[in-house]
């Protein structure tokens, strides 16, 4: 059972448009979503991330917006550039709940391509 | 600061045989993570510890021992591994959960 789901495998973009993710969840549990960006050949790297708390967290060009009655977040890159051509993970934890590392459960992740 | 490494890149093994995988960190974390990547899914963790000398199991520890004898390292054994422990496996270290920090991956094939 797949509790943190991205639809799309991938989502080709032009360059200087807005790219924008989709995750959705299923364990309503889960109150800390974080989104972690991987280049071919190497490690993931942490983008940003949203508590339960919030709606929208922002840091330069990418916001996450977490709709919690949907159990759906998105990111939004804008505008996007050709580095972000990446693949990007939605993860989500029950932290509050003390799920601790063995609660972050990851999407399978969304190829982003960045057309010139 | 060489951030997270890993140990070997790549490494091609026939059944049975055994192999440990180094990680290390250099920002003097707490916590350190195991996770295998398949195609097509998502990380699965298989060990994380919380401090030197503790570590425990995640979603799919089987096949897999971990040691974390110094704060910096975390190693990954295989006692004999199998074609389905094929994978490409990272290691990721944070001063508090979730992991933040990712090594650069080592891609495992077993024949």
């Known amino acids: 059972d797949q509790q943190v789901k991205q639809n799309s495998p991938s989502l080709s973009v032009q360059e200087g448009r807005i790219s924008i993710l989709n995750c959705d969840y299923t364990?309503?549990?889960?109150?800390?979503f974080l989104w972690y960006k991987k280049y071919p050949a190497e490690g993931p790297t942490f983008l940003i991330s949203?508590?339960?708390?919030?709606d929208k967290n922002e840091d330069g060009r990418f916001t996450v917006f977490l709709n919690k009655s949907a159990k759906h977040l998105s990111l939004h890159i804008v505008p996007s550039q050709p580095g972000d051509s990446a693949v990007y993970f939605c993860a989500a934890s029950e932290l509050g709940s003390g799920g601790g590392a063995d609660g972050l459960t990851f999407g399978k992740g969304t190829h982003l391509i960045i057309q010139p | 600061n060489a951030g997270v490494t890993q140990t070997p890149k790549f490494r091609v093994l026939k059944t049975g045989q055994s192999m440990t995988l180094l990680c290390a960190q250099d920002m003097n974390h707490e916590y350190m993570y195991w996770y295998r990547q398949d195609p097509g899914m998502g990380l699965r963790l298989i060990h994380y510890s919380v401090g030197e000398g503790t570590t425990a199991k995640g979603e799919v520890p089987d096949g897999y021992n971990v040691s974390r004898l110094k704060k910096q390292n975390f190693l990954l054994g295989l006692e004999s591994a199998a074609p389905s422990q094929t994978s490409v496996y990272f290691c990721?270290?944070?001063?508090?959960?979730?992991?933040?920090?990712f090594g650069p991956g080592t891609r495992l094939t077993v024949l």
């Open positions: 990721a270290s944070s001063f508090r959960d979730p992991p933040r920090f």
């Open positions: 364990n309503s549990m889960f109150d800390y």
């Open positions: 949203i508590s339960s708390i919030k």
